[in-house]
């Protein structure tokens, strides 16, 4: 996809964060947005926003983790944009601690909004970008804690692991189609990530946006993104400081054949 002119660009939790940082990059760029997102009334208000910046923005209220929702958005973003060319599998929320202490609703609640809401995306969206014929591209976000192993966020990893492979088989499978394929996999970024998830779970908490040293903001986050989609690039690695983590987790998978070798493990 070489332009956002004209196109129609559909985000998962749109209402705050990176998806509504993207949504207004995408904007700027020329694209018709519909924002998805299940809290209704964060969603009025981000749409207002689009609007009164020129937008032309729609809201549609789903939960991803819900199938019959996320099929109801796609009807309705095909029904309100004409044509559907991007869709930013986002959504996404975060429980932290050991995973000898994840109870089984902390891996249902993780894993069914941060790998099933983009397993249901795909689900809902894939075949009917490739019936329109018109190409477009799949953009999720995954996270750092996708590549590497993160300590203390051992659910979070499980799923955003998965959302890297489903992005990096989607890659070679669908090109043919005209279709790209991105994957965000930041660290830190300044969202309210951890408030909305502690409000998703019945905690009452105040907003809080994530704050400190090597936390990117988050406009120049979507900015990446969006200029990722443009260059087709698979991976969309914000955070510089993640690299040598990345490297060493293949050094380490790769060192094990040699290990195994000198053990005498010829096959
Ligand atoms: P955010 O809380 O500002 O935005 C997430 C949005 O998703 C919210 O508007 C929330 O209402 C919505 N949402 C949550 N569950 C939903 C559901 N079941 N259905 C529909 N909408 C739902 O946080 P953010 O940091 O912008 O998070 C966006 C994505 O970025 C997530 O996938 C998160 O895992 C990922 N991420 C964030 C960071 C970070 O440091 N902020 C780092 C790595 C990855």
Known sequence: MDTFEGRGAVITGGASGIGFATARQFAARGARIVLADYDAAALDRAVAQLRSEGCDAHGVACDVREPEQVTHLADEAFRLLGAVHVVFNNAG???????????HDDWHFVLD????????????????????GQGGHLLFTASFA????????????????GV?????????????????VSVLCPMMVGTNLL???ARARGHSVEDQLIAGDGVLDVDEVARLTAEAVLADRLYVLSHGASRTSIRRRFERIDATFDAQLAAGWNH
């Open 93 to 103: 929320v975060a429980v932290d601690g050991p995973i000898a202490q994840m109870t």
């Open 195 to 197: 408030a909305t998830s």
């Open 164 to 180: 890297v492979a489903l992005a990096e088989v989607l890659s070679r499978e669908v090109g043919n189609d005209g279709i790209g």
């Open 113 to 132: 909004v941060d790998l099933w809401g983009p397993i249901h995306g795909v689900e809902a969206f894939l075949p009917r970008l490739i019936e329109q």
């Open 146 to 161: 996708g590549l590497v192993p993160n300590v203390g966020l051992g659910a979070y990893c499980v799923a955003k692991y």
